[in-house]
């Protein structure tokens, strides 16, 4: 079946560093890929989204591509601070009623 | 918040006693979920519906159910709570898949503890 796999966690960064959250997927035909965030005591806000491949989906300095190719959809921000502390969740959708199939998270800290 | 309230934030509830959490929302979209929230295992789908009277079993089902009775109500009903239900449970909603905006909107979640 369907399936998105991340990187497990926690990553901790310094402040400004680069940030890399690997994103894969496993999916029949072409589905829209998703990253989500969620902060500490909140729900999951939507960062971005891409619905087809070689789309980038970007937002408060977000960014990921949907790869096809390599069936991927990492998501990247050139520096990081403090306040992107939080848990990130890839996800994909399929098609028809199926509902959002959500990757295991991954934890961010970002210490000044 | 997007139009979407979850009540009771936080519930202690004795083992074996029934237990219903509310999710309501104003955004008339079709399609709502309810999720739990455990360290190490993620989110997990434990119902969904995609219509009035219509739902679905998710991947972790047993011991719940759940009932929609009009589009803005979804309810989860715990028959007989365990403690391996304590969690943090969560509401969604989203509006048709096709649309241009269609993403998961999240409620604030509640938090379960089962004694």
């Known amino acids: 079946g369907d399936s998105v796999t991340q990187m497990e966690g926690p990553v901790t960064l310094s402040e400004e560093a680069f940030l890399t959250i690997n994103c894969t997927y496993t999916a029949t035909g072409y589905p829209s890929l998703f990253w989500y965030v969620q902060y500490p005591g909140e729900g999951l806000q939507l960062l971005l989204k891409?619905?087809?491949?070689?789309d980038k989906g970007s937002n408060k300095g977000f960014e990921a591509t949907y790869r096809k190719e390599t069936t991927s959809f990492h998501l990247e921000k050139g520096s990081v601070q403090v306040s992107d502390s939080a848990v990130y969740f890839c996800a994909l959708y399929a098609s028809g009623n199926t509902p959002l199939v959500f990757g295991k998270g991954t934890r961010l800290s970002v210490i000044a | 918040d997007a139009g979407i309230t979850q009540s009771p934030r936080h519930k202690v509830t004795e083992t074996g006693t029934p237990v219903t959490l509310r999710c309501h929302q104003t955004e008339n979209h079709r399609y709502m979920y309810w999720y739990r929230q455990d360290p190490g295992h993620g989110l997990r789908l434990i119902h969904y519906?995609?219509?009035?009277?219509?739902?679905d079993k998710g991947e972790v089902s047993d011991g719940y159910s759940v009932s929609r009775s009009k589009t803005e109500d979804f309810l989860l009903t715990l028959e007989s709570a365990t403690s391996s239900q304590t969690s943090v449970y969560f509401c969604?909603?989203?509006?048709?898949?096709?649309?241009?905006?269609?993403?998961?909107?999240f409620g604030s979640g509640t938090r379960l503890t089962v004694v």
């Open positions: 969604a909603i989203s509006d048709n898949p096709t649309r241009l905006n269609y993403g998961y909107t």
């Open positions: 519906s995609y219509g009035v009277k219509d739902t």
């Open positions: 891409a619905t087809k491949a070689d």
